[in-house]
């Protein structure tokens, strides 16, 4: 192991000096930079600097420093290539075995409060990443590490054998390029941000993984649960667990479906339970009781073993309502601590605590076969001043609120969509049929005799009178829909006939 080199050049300290101490146990000269190089002197472990290395100062505030071909030689020399072995005696260059370098804090230096652009710019690291990709291209012969929890592997192979095992570093060099490509897409991703740009050419996403799953949709399917880097306070990937085992895909997935819903609800306290990805009731109310009260009430059979989310803090009085039934999982803001001690008589209900703000997320990503489709965020709102009256009678104060708590509702189920409430809480909901009708038909029958005096909303427009028809049978008096259908005025004919105010949103909600 003599004279073998290891260039060492961290941001992030941790373990290093105990890492560095081993390499040199075994016979590694160690090099190094910055304050690195000054964390080993007070150790008292010997370094070599980087200027020794090169001939040449560190130089424009210790932005070119390793950025030099006695660096880099050292880094790509192919050791059995007979002209390379010659040019790097010829040139008096010695080769670096092994690299141990993290990158300038990009990531933790925008999540700052009010960062400056300049400052942003300014942890930009450029020859960190250049020693990594020199480092991994090369793993043939050189050893890359980016993550202290690698160190002991490395330690342990060295010990062991004398070097790393080529399989090793062909993993570590991986894991290096995923590595300096999440940075730079980060930093692409924060300049296009700050540029205002949309859709661009070319979009790179990078994201960290919170945990392997036991299995996704179906047992069969491997599964993993992912965030973005910058994920918002109030993402669930932020999200802090109190107690029950961990999460599953569909549980996800639920939970956060149950969230978009919750943030059209930003006035009163809200209820939301959700059952494979669409509302099975939804509630607002004088207080967070309330709320759940009429979102379990809306569908008591669809809500056993759904999700529920709540925007206000959970008392005791809503944790012993919401102990009464098998939950998936509970999401709220915050628990009082005799809410807890309520919640947690049950080993398997999951318990989170997220904060209620709003999404932070611009572009929604869906994946398809060989391909990602962005759009925009559906974060429209629609309210009274939007609304265009159709129809001979003009909707009542109470029917309009009713129409527009409906209107929150509709958007977040799945096409073709039908929400139907009354009194501050859905009562009946349609969803993912294959003609309008039909999800209409689902909704009414729910409801059944509730049906009398509700308000129904459709997530797009009336294609035909049929909806309008069956609504009035069942005693719907306010519709909103968007409108634009070109028999229009078939529905509004309908609607006339039957006394219902129908209006206007002008703007479509389907979400598939």
């Not at 990009?106 to 960062?115: E, G, L």
Request: aromatic share 6%; net charge negative; charged share 20%.
């Amino acid at each position: 192991m003599a004279n073998r080199r290891a260039l060492i050049s961290v941001s992030d300290k941790t373990g290093i000096d105990a890492f560095a101490a081993e390499l040199v146990k075994l016979g590694f000269e160690i090099i190094s930079t910055g304050g690195t190089k000054t964390l080993f002197e007070s150790k008292g472990i010997p370094v070599t600097g980087i200027s020794d290395v090169t001939g040449f100062p560190e130089i424009l505030d210790g932005r070119v420093k390793t950025l030099h071909p006695a660096v880099h030689s050292g880094l790509l020399s192919v050791r059995d290539s007979e002209e390379h072995r010659q040019q790097m005696q010829e040139l008096n260059l010695g080769y670096i075995d092994l690299v141990a370098v993290n990158l300038y804090p990009f990531q933790a230096t925008i999540s700052k409060p009010n960062v400056s652009y300049e400052d942003a710019i300014e942890n930009i690291d450029i020859g960190g990443p250049s020693m990594l990709r020199s480092a991994a291209k090369n793993h043939a012969f050189v050893t890359v590490i980016v993550d202290a929890a690698d160190y002991p592997q490395v330690l342990e192979e060295l010990r062991a054998n004398g070097d790393t095992t080529l399989d090793t570093r062909k993993k570590l060099a991986a894991k290096t390029f995923r590595h300096t490509s999440a940075y730079d897409a980060l930093i692409g991703d924060y300049l296009t941000t700050k540029l205002g740009e949309t859709l661009p050419e070319r979009v790179t996403v990078t994201y960290e993984k919170v945990q392997d799953l036991r299995y996704g949709e179906n047992p069969h399917q491997a599964a993993a649960f992912y965030k973005k880097p910058l994920a918002g306070a109030g993402s669930l990937a932020n999200a802090q667990q109190l107690h029950g085992k961990e999460l599953s895909y569909n549980n996800i997935n639920d939970a956060n479906a149950a969230l978009q819903i919750l943030r059209e609800f930003t006035d009163e306290p809200a209820a939301v339970a959700v059952k494979h990805m669409n509302p099975c009731g939804v509630g607002i109310g004088s207080d967070i009781f309330n709320a759940y009260t009429k979102a379990y009430e809306a569908d008591p059979t669809s809500i056993f073993g759904g999700i529920v989310a709540l925007n206000r803090p959970v008392d005791a009085a809503t944790a012993a309502k919401l102990n009464e039934i098998f939950l998936e999982i509970v999401i709220a803001p915050d628990y009082a601590p005799d809410a807890l001690d309520i919640l947690m008589k049950k080993k398997n209900i999951r318990l989170l605590k997220l904060p209620f703000v709003p999404t932070e997320d611009r572009y929604l990503v869906t994946s398809v076969e060989g391909g990602m489709l962005f759009q925009e965020t559906d974060t429209k709102q629609i309210t009274a001043a939007d609304l265009k009256v159709v129809t001979e009678r003009a909707p009542t104060e109470e029917e309009l609120k009713q129409l527009l708590f409906a209107w929150k509702v509709v958007k977040h189920v799945k096409s073709n969509a039908i929400a139907l409430a009354n009194d501050n809480m859905t009562i009946g909901i349609g969803a993912g049929q294959m003609n309008r009708v039909g999800s209409a038909r689902i909704a009414l029958e729910q409801a059944g005799e509730k049906a009398q005096g509700s308000a129904l909303a459709s997530d797009a427009f009336f294609p035909m009178g049929d909806t309008v028809e069956l609504a009035a049978k069942y005693g719907v008096k306010a519709i909103i829909q968007p409108g634009g259908s070109i028999k229009d005025d078939e529905s509004i004919a309908a609607a006339n006939a039957a006394g219902i105010a129908m209006v206007f949103t002008g703007v479509r909600h389907f979400k598939h």
